[in-house]
């Protein structure tokens, strides 16, 4: 009897460990469903509009988030990219990104661009989120670090492989439509 009650406590604080475990890597991210991300892969430009693609540049634990317009309307992870179909004309994109140093001094770093967008073109984007220790960054213990932000133009040829990448996925952290 003691063996067997042993072993359900045993098993029962190893599933407890386990769990706390794959939940202690931060807050899970959302992906666009599977038929979804590879519509979006397919690169098709509806007649008369226009897309962009901005997909993250960063290899960090920061996620980022995306403004069209001066909306908000999408989260950014590694590997994660956004597509939004518009209308030809100029176009404000930004990038944010938030947090906290790790003293827990909260951050809010971001960037903007206009750009043009001609009717049945596609646009690709990097938004670029830098986390390096440096000069000129937050000090810490003696050791500087700093978080930077951009969202560059990126070649078509480029931005097509990175969205084609099967590694890379769309993004399903929409904040609005």
């Known amino acids: 009897m003691f063996a067997h009650d042993y072993l359900l406590w045993s098993v029962a604080a190893i599933s407890i460990f386990c769990a706390g475990c794959a939940t202690s890597k931060g807050p899970a991210f959302n992906y666009a ?12 430009v509806p007649e008369g509009k226009s897309v962009i693609y901005v997909f993250a540049y960063h290899h960090n634990r920061l996620q980022t988030i995306i403004q069209v317009d001066q909306r908000d309307v999408c989260r950014l992870a590694k590997r ?13 994109l930004g990038i944010r990104c938030e947090g906290n140093w790790d003293d827990g001094t909260p951050f809010r770093i971001g960037k903007e661009r206009v750009t043009n967008v001609e009717p049945n073109h596609a646009y690709f984007f990097m938004a670029v989120v830098n986390e390096s220790v440096g000069p000129g960054g937050f000090l810490l213990m003696g050791v500087q670090s700093q978080v930077s932000v951009d969202l560059i133009k990126s070649q078509d040829w480029l931005g097509r492989s990175i969205i084609r990448d099967r590694r890379n996925r769309l993004t399903g952290e929409l904040i609005s439509p």
């Open 80 to 92: 994660t990219y956004y597509k939004a179909v518009l209308e030809s004309g100029q176009h404000q």
């Open 33 to 44: 469903p599977e038929a979804e991300d590879q519509a979006a892969k397919e690169l098709i």
